[in-house]
C-alpha cells in the first residue's frame, strides 16, 4: 500500500453520519450503496461516487454473504486492483487535492474501523497520486 504523502493531510476520512465540520471540504461518499432512508435533504454529502466502492462481489466476500468472509489483506488487495479501474477518478481527486483542496471521504455508518475500511485504502491512494499531480 503506497505512503502517505505531505498532501495527504488534505484527505480525511469519516462515516457519512460523523457530524460535519468546516475542515471536511468537499465531502465525497464513496460506498457502493447509498444509504438506506436518508432523504435527498438529509445527505451530508456533496456528491457520491459508487464506483470507488468495492464492487458488489468483494463487498459480499468480505462480509462472508456467500461463504466465510474474507481476511483483510485478500479484500486489501482486491480493492486495489479494483481501483485500477478508476484511474481517473483517482487522478481528479488528486488533482483537487493538490490544487489545496480539502477533501473527505465517506463511508457506510456501519465501517466503525477505519484501518479496516476501504475508505482508508482509498484515501491511500488519493493521496499518492496527489503527491505526483
Not at 504523502?5 to 460506498?31: H, M, Q
Not at 444509504?35 to 462481489?57: F, H, I, M, N, Y
Request: charged residues 30%.
Amino acid at each position: 500500500m503506497p505512503t502517505r504523502s505531505p498532501l495527504a493531510s488534505r484527505i480525511r476520512t469519516k462515516r457519512w453520519n460523523d457530524p460535519v465540520e468546516k475542515a471536511d471540504g468537499f465531502r465525497l461518499l464513496v460506498c457502493r450503496f447509498r444509504p438506506r432512508g436518508v432523504r435527498k435533504d438529509a445527505e451530508t454529502w456533496g456528491a457520491w461516487w459508487p464506483q470507488l466502492g468495492p464492487s458488489r462481489e468483494l463487498h459480499a466476500a468480505i462480509y462472508g454473504k456467500d461463504g466465510p468472509p474474507i481476511a483483510w489483506s485478500e479484500f486489501e488487495r482486491r480493492y486495489v486492483a479494483e481501483m485500477r479501474e478508476q484511474r481517473e477518478a483517482i487522478a481528479s481527486l488528486a488533482a483537487r487535492v493538490a490544487g489545496g483542496e480539502r477533501i473527505t471521504l465517506l463511508c457506510s455508518s456501519a465501517c466503525v474501523d477505519p484501518a479496516h475500511c476501504h475508505r482508508t485504502l482509498l484515501a491511500n491512494l488519493v493521496g499518492s497520486r496527489s503527491s505526483r499531480a
